[in-house]
């Protein structure tokens, strides 16, 4: 199976800050990454797909970055409602696999 | 616009069998494969099941092979899981989601399992 690495597990940030999340797999999954922010009490929503292509609709300081085995997510500028938790998930493989995800927290 | 709606959760006992079913709506459902993903209280995602968009290819995580099965009725638009032989380790809110290139684009609200004796 391919493991999925995120870091940070948390971090602590402000409202304007810029945060980078990185996602590491244990063997090539090409460019098949995709990103996830999801809130408390919600459904996961997804972000990027194919490691950079957004989402319709979501907001264009996410982007992201990567192929191989090490992708990047960066949020420039830290919205309010920016403040959740984010997974990475392989889509190369079966078993599908997630990082741990990364809580963005003031 | 797409919506997933799950239902079927519930209290079972372990050994117990559970079936979960999703609605899907707003979107052609015979043209995208489809996931189960679980998520145990406080933790994070677990893929579980995957099943092609006509039905004829299914994977399994290794943590439930044997016990669930996946299917779907594209003639009702719906989507099944099916669990048998429940362990305390199944616990968790069970979403369903639409699959495009590479990402499950939309997702369901889940339906809570909690497996107890």
């Known amino acids: 199976d391919i493991q999925m690495t995120q870091s940070p597990s948390s971090v602590s940030a402000s409202v304007g800050d810029r945060v980078t999340i990185t996602c590491r797999a244990s063997q090539s999954i090409g460019k098949w990454l995709a990103w996830y922010q999801q809130k408390p009490g919600k459904a996961p929503k997804l972000l990027i797909s194919?490691?950079?292509t957004p989402e319709s609709g979501v907001p264009s300081r996410f982007s992201g970055s990567g192929s191989g085995t090490d992708f990047t997510l960066t949020i420039t500028s830290l919205q309010p409602e920016d403040f959740a938790t984010y997974y990475c998930?392989?889509?190369?493989?079966?078993?599908?696999?997630f990082g741990q995800g990364t809580r963005v927290e003031i | 616009q797409v919506q997933l709606v799950e239902s079927g959760g519930g209290l079972v006992k372990p050994g117990g069998s559970l079936r979960l079913s999703c609605a899907a709506s707003?979107?052609?459902?015979?043209?995208?494969?489809m996931n189960w993903i679980r998520q145990a209280p406080g933790k994070g995602l677990e893929w579980v099941s995957y099943?092609?968009?006509?039905?004829?290819?299914?994977y399994y995580a290794d943590s439930v092979k044997g016990r669930f099965t996946v299917s779907r009725d594209n003639a009702k638009n719906s989507l099944s899981l099916q669990m048998n032989n429940l362990r305390a380790e199944d616990t968790g809110l069970y979403y369903c989601?639409?699959?495009?290139?590479?990402?499950?684009?939309?997702w369901g609200q889940g339906t809570l399992v909690t497996v107890s004796s």
């Open positions: 194919a490691a950079s």
């Open positions: 998930q392989q889509a190369s493989n079966f078993p599908r696999t």
């Open positions: 989601a639409r699959g495009i290139t590479g990402a499950d684009g939309s």
């Open positions: 099943i092609s968009s006509r039905g004829t290819l299914v």
């Open positions: 707003g979107f052609t459902f015979s043209d995208n494969y």
